[in-house]
T-cell receptor, first 110, second 114 residues
Framework: EAQVTQNPRYLITVTGKKLTVTCSQNMNHEYMSWYRQDPGLGLRQIYYSMNVEVTDKGDVPEGYKVSRKEKRNFPLILESPSPNQTSLYFCASRTTDTQYFGPGTRLTVL | QKEVEQDPGPLSVPEGAIVSLNCTYSNSAFQYFMWYRQYSRKGPELLMY????GNKEDGRFTAQVDKSSKYISLFIRDSQPSDSATYLC??????????????FGSGTQLTVLP
């Protein structure tokens, strides 16, 4: 079954405590992205990756890091989380015409 | 001003109605247009995409793009309660290739009443 998995699904943490949200896809897609979704603002792209070791900033990259060392994995790293990063995060992978989103990670930063 | 504007709704219609969902955009360079459906507590799923002005039909769904007016629409015919979801429009600058930076609308929440 084609899928994108994210972990954890829910996370409550405190300001400044580094965290990583993992993302993995089993479709051999080259292109992967991270988004955050906030009420009234919709989905905003944080980072995207065109292939292994190739990443670029999206609309809201501040406070986030990513890496793409393997084709299937695209982790999102928050080195020093702040309350304004409380949000619902989605990982996605795509071909030219088809995009799959993960189930989402709800992050709360206290 | 946001690059992509979408009426958040909520929109409530009776079963069987024709639904019209719309987005306007300000960047005339957008070339690739998509509609996503997002059920509660789920990730968005791609419904339709199109590269050009005009209509594209897929079952009960029709996507319409008017580049001259910078306006896109999604029509749902014979709406069903299972269509109740949030609908997101999205667009990008690049019309081909694998690298795209997508800009999303904020989504319209639709409820179809049985």
């Amino acid at each position: 079954e084609a899928q994108v998995t994210q972990n954890p699904r829910y996370l409550i943490t405190v300001t400044g405590k580094k965290l990583t949200v993992t993302c993995s896809q089993n479709m051999n897609h080259e292109y992967m992205s991270w988004y955050r979704q906030d009420p009234g603002l919709g989905l905003r792209q944080i980072y995207y990756s065109m292939n292994v070791e190739v990443t670029d900033k999206g609309d809201v990259p501040e406070g986030y890091k990513v890496s793409r060392k393997e084709k299937r994995n695209f982790p999102l790293i928050l080195e020093s989380p702040s309350p304004n990063q409380t949000s619902l995060y989605f990982c996605a992978s795509r071909t030219t015409d088809t995009q799959y989103f993960g189930p989402g990670t709800r992050l709360t930063v206290l | 001003q946001k690059e992509v504007e979408q009426d958040p709704g909520p929109l409530s219609v009776p079963e069987g109605a024709i639904v019209s969902l719309n987005c306007t955009y300000s960047n005339s360079a957008f070339q690739y247009f998509m509609w996503y459906r997002q059920y509660s507590r789920k990730g968005p799923e791609l419904l339709m995409y199109t590269y050009s002005s005009g209509n594209k039909e897929d079952g009960r769904f029709t996507a319409q793009v008017d580049k001259s007016s910078k306006y896109i629409s999604l029509f749902i015919r014979d709406s069903q309660p299972s269509d109740s979801a949030t609908y997101l429009c999205a667009m990008s600058l690049i019309s081909s290739g694998s690298a795209r930076q997508l800009t999303f609308g904020s989504g319209t929440q639709l409820t179809v009443l049985p």
